[in-house]
């Protein structure tokens, strides 16, 4: 049976969200996001050009449909493929054929490759030279960031469309397609709570917006029932959450740059997202002791003790209790004043290194006795102030500005105020 040639009534056993897949890219542009529909799609059609394409967004917007409706608009031969299932061996052979066919026929070949992300590198590689030399044109489908995925090869060779989630007046307006197709009253099925509420669970998967309407039609659910009992049919909100993918990489980087930005509630917005979606806390309670010591740093020298306090903590309770300890970490860092001198200081400290890594060590602070030296060490805490002026750098180096310059508020402010004051003794020389 052809899914996409259906009466009104709904085939047996088919999902609604199946069913109401646009017919033509035209209907599939009227709901796609505005990067795709900035692109001159149908002009490439026109013109029987085709480059090869990244597909790149999150599940359910449409990634799949617009390679679909691609095969039905066009005479290309389309092979579709998944990565999990493609060997090395049939991609090479799916190269020769396609050349064989583009010499004998003058038909182009089409290999869509969903998770294309799940491709090793030495698989990616083998693409290479048949996108290339253009025997097939490579169309890949990734809910991961393909930057980080995918090497640059094969992305220099591809054109990526991000795929974006639909904004909810559009999922507003599938509501009334998929009444129409249910042969519901839109204004007696869903209030305008409900409808709201299976919009924001939907999460902007367009696939999963249509399964929940079916589940509640289904369910015999109109304007009338209680928002509880919506709530149990359709359980706990999805969270789109890949522990080794890019919303991994996303919402860590969003928590940390939210700690670093003093903003409280979204450190811990982030923090609950991370971990109801099931992240490691061990893995967060690791990312707070380096931020510690990158952000905080010696604004606040208690935050790194608290850090590595709070990890210890995390991995003898473990969860659920280990949310209560990753929240106090939070607040508390999220809360301190911050300072990264001390990260930048290694970082002047290395580039200078790199620069001068031929040096030697002053005679005077080497661990055994020197025979002939002309100087000796002097102990610190031989006079005033346990410190004494003396040379700790090789003498051939001269560093014109300090690796470590300290901040004028927090905790760094009494250490930047402390050396000022030691330094500005000089009569023990």
Not at 62 to 69: A, M, Y
Not at 338 to 360: G, P, T, V
Not at 382 to 400: G, N, R
Not at 406 to 428: C, H, I, V
Request: with cysteine; charged share 25%.
């Amino acid at each position: 049976m052809d899914l996409f040639n259906h009466s009104n009534d709904s085939p047996l056993g088919v999902p609604l969200s199946e069913i109401l897949r646009p017919k033509t890219l035209a209907d599939f542009m009227k709901t796609a996001g505005s990067t795709l529909t900035r692109l001159p799609i149908q002009t490439w059609l026109e013109k029987d050009f085709l480059p090869n394409l990244i597909l790149w967004g999150p599940p359910g917007t449409g990634k799949t449909t617009f390679v679909r409706l691609l095969e039905k608009e066009t005479k290309y031969t389309f092979l579709l493929k998944n990565a999990t299932d493609l060997s090395t061996k049939e991609m090479k052979t799916i190269g020769d054929e396609a050349l064989e066919r583009k010499r004998l026929y003058q038909k182009k070949t089409v290999l869509f490759i969903d998770e294309i992300h799940r491709l090793n590198k030495g698989q990616q590689d083998t693409l290479l030279p048949h996108t290339e030399a253009g025997h097939f044109i490579l169309i890949g489908a990734t809910t991961e960031n393909p930057n980080y995925e995918l090497n640059r090869a094969l992305l220099s060779r591809s054109r990526i469309i991000t795929f974006t989630k639909p904004e909810k007046d559009v999922l507003q307006s599938l509501y009334t397609k998929a009444c129409e197709q249910l042969k519901a009253d839109c204004d007696h099925f869903l209030t305008d709570e409900a409808l709201q509420f299976v919009i924001d669970i939907s999460n902007g998967d367009v696939r999963r917006f249509y399964n929940l309407i079916e589940t509640l039609f289904y369910s015999n659910v109109n304007d009338k029932s209680p928002m509880s009992d919506l709530e149990i049919l359709l359980e706990k909100k999805y969270i789109a959450y890949d522990k080794k993918g890019s919303e991994h990489y996303d919402t860590i980087s969003a928590f940390i740059k939210s700690i670093r930005g003093s903003d409280t509630n979204a450190a811990l917005l982030y923090m609950v997202k991370m971990i109801d979606a099931g992240e490691d806390p061990v893995f967060v309670a690791r990312r707070l002791v380096i931020l510690a010591s990158e952000d905080v740093g010696n604004a606040e020298p208690r935050a790194l003790t608290i850090a590595i306090n709070g990890l210890q903590a995390v991995e003898l309770v473990g969860m659920p209790e280990a949310e209560i300890v990753l929240a106090q970490v939070v607040t508390f860092l999220s809360s301190c004043p911050k300072s990264n001198r001390s990260y930048k200081a290694l970082h002047a400290a290395r580039a200078f290194f790199q620069k001068h890594s031929d040096f030697e060590i002053p005679d005077h602070l080497r661990s055994g006795n020197i025979p002939n030296i002309t100087k000796t060490y002097k102990y610190p805490h031989d006079f005033p102030k346990s410190w004494v002026a003396q040379d700790y750098l090789p003498s051939d180096l001269k560093i014109t500005e300090d690796f470590y310059q300290p901040n004028d508020y927090g905790q760094e402010k009494n250490l930047k105020d402390f050396m000022a004051w030691l330094r500005g003794n000089t009569s023990a020389r």
